[in-house]
């Protein structure tokens, strides 16, 4: 630690001595957890929590009893096996194999005894139960050719059917509760189908009406039911290769599958799916769709669903991630060579459970989690528009976390799917309107840590060192509370471990910017931000073996020679006398060996052993970002005071815009001397937003809130380029006040590649291409959006990690199409 026991070679004693810091030095008592189970349950690694989802296509072991016809015997096996029954003797029949030859016929009546016993049909032969015995073990068996004809609804509770020929049902209601296995077309026109056993169809199925309870069903063509009012699966499975067209109102429930090859149509008000049913589709039309308690539809690559409103009364937030239930999943697209896409075009999409992004009376954005996307190349689209289900006039902003869900009007993301014209679909398919010609590279969701915290938490900086990231927060408004988090980047499962959570007992304070310290045996993380009480405050505290945070308490020797024992998160105050500063940012400068601060007044300097400081020099604004690269070191101050206080003021602050201006010092030098450069920007909205500042290549990039990310030559100053999210202003309601700016540039990161990397607030993670915004012409690679304002990006081994808010961690990989 900064402050811990060091050797001292002048003492020949062998005792340790410490250094004499700062006397203002104080300490803060912390709350730690490293509790694996509970940080675990707080991590969402979409590409593992979802990973068995990848695979869940339609199991075909449910129904393996009736995947096809059962092998027909041949005549002559039959006959050596079988007596004629045209020749029996006796109305017992039992326990027996019996064969109707060819040509013949025979009537099942009066009191024949059939427990137990087999009858085969020939061809050319004709068989009919028409009355009489009552069994419940008997089986017919209808050769190819052959005839089985009945009147009675309960034949198929009597005896299992085997039709490999003509099965002739004349009754009203046929009851399957045997095994029923039809080998072509089975027409019931005029009849109802009621299915409470296994059932295959090897061709179509045409009926009037149809009722199942707990059904076993395979269908090899089409399934037409013309006249139901009302339909309930409840439990069970039914599979149609081809295309289900149902009429009235259908329930699928009580953990029922119903999986469509081809496509599902329904005339009826409502297809609700509920209670743990899961419905499998390629193309779905009706009216209503409405999934609810547990329940879900599996789509596949190029599925379509069209209908008038699409509802879901599921879970909000991320309740569903530990069931995969209720949402409904693209499969697929696990890979470049094979991707997935689908879309679901409705009137209107409604949802009752989303959590509001922002506790605002006109809020109108709001977390949706109907949908996932596991597969890193898998994308569906959005066609319609998105309400509450309690509100059906007032249209909203979903936000889809961790999966690849996009507005039809979002052509970056949509302007290379198209869902191809067939037969299942009508010949309709799907296309972009105006597609672009060159879609961007999607960002694909990794992780999330989401807080257990009770209070308006939010994520304000992320940083790498060795092989874990570190992670501050603070407190929105006048609140205070802050917390810093370890834990384990990406590993090569996918996976992102939450370690530690280190919070302020007392929640007094709050932490704007995180710095990694290491300079010979000393690790320490490093924290600027505010105390409830003492105001503007650097905070720090040790990393201890591993790379988790030292919470013990420690021994400090101050400048007039006294010990004392400090709290374990260390924390020296700016003025304790001046309550209304704060520290925005910190950096270690390794040329002068020190400490460099940007506060509400202007920079201050430390020593980095004692904490003493070395400099303090008054700016007429804020000072609110400084970089080291290159040999120099780059502020962003402003140039005047802001009028109004966010706090006290939020309306009025919220339209302020300050003027600020970039200073350039050599890295040796002084913070109290002249800039060797001075670039005057854009003034700066909201002046109290994140406004970080990245050097590469002798380049100073820059965010400037409202006004985008700049970009200028380090050594000349010369405007090289500027990005500004599109149309920038609010004209719609539902997105805020009209006239007010949509996002604010926060955050950027440079890589060695060259491609720049932005946090843009409520417009989430932009990626422009290397080189493009240098020359003028930023061209955007990639775009993902939470709904809340990402704050600070970094990239550890090809990751990217977001500082995002009250979205707190979120973790995307870039990948090319």
Known sequence: MLLASCSDSNNNDGTTSLPLVNSKIDGSDIESSTDAQELASRVFNYKTSVSTTKTRAFDTNTIKDILDMPKAPTKAEIEADAKDITAKTSDDLSNGKWYLPENKSFEIAGNLNLNNTTIYVEKGAHLTWSSGPYTTTAKVVVLEGGEFKTSLDNINQMTEIVSYGSFKFNGSTLLVSKPLYIKGNFDLTGKTLNVQGKCYIGGNLTTTKF????????????????????????????????????????????????????????????????????????YLKGKKIIESSGANIRLANQSYIECDVFENNNCDNYDWKNTQTNVSTLEGGDTKANPAVAVIKA????????????????????????????????????????????????????????????????????????????????????????????????????????PDHTHNISATCVQSYSDKMYMSYHARGKDHGSCVEVFQPVDANKQVKLLQYVYDKEGFLDWNHLLVYHKGDTKQIYVVGNHYKKAGTLGFIDIAKGGLLNTEAKTIVTEDGTEKTIKPFQILPLNAKEKATDENCIV????????????????????????????KVNKAGKAKHVAIGDGKIVTLVFTEQAQYNETDNPEEASKEAINAQLEVRDQSAEMESEPKLTIKTPAVLPHYGKNAIAIKKSKIYVCLGAAGLYCYDLNTGENLGHYQMPSPIITDSKNGKNGNYKAYANGCYVGDDGKVYIAYGSYGVVVLKAGTLETGNPEVLAHVCEGKSANYITVYKDYIYVAYGQKRLQVYQLKAE
């Open 347 to 450: 009137k209107k999409f409604a949802f009752s459970n989303g959590a509001p992004i922002d506790n605002t009376p006109d809020n109108k954005k709001f977390n949706c989690f109907m949908f996932r996307t596991p597969g890193d190349y898998a994308k569906i689209v959005l066609d319609g528009k998105f309400y509450k289900k309690d509100d059906q006039t007032t249209e909203i902003e979903p936000y889809f976390s961790g999966a690849r869900i996009y507005w039809a009007t979002d052509k970056d993301n949509t302007s290379d799917v198209i869902i191809n014209p067939t037969e299942c679909n009508g010949g309709t398919g799907w296309t972009p309107t105006n597609p672009d010609p060159e879609p961007k590279k999607p960002i694909v969701p990794i992780s999330v840590i989401e």
């Open 588 to 615: 270690y400068d390794d040329v002068k060996t020190r400490f460099i601060v940007m506060t509400t007044k202007g920079y201050v300097t430390y020593d980095p052993v004692t904490l003493n400081e070395l400099e």
């Open 211 to 282: 009722s199942c309870n707990y059904p076993f069903l395979n269908v090899k063509g089409n399934m037409t039911v013309k006249e139901n009012d009302y339909l309930s699966i409840p439990g069970g499975v039914i599979n149609v290769d081809k295309t289900i067209n149902i009429g009235g109102t259908i329930n699928i429930n009580n953990s029922a599958v119903v999986n469509s090859g081809c496509a599902f149509e329904t005339n009826g008000e409502e297809l609700n799916i509920n209670s743990g049913g899961t419905l499998y589709v390629k």
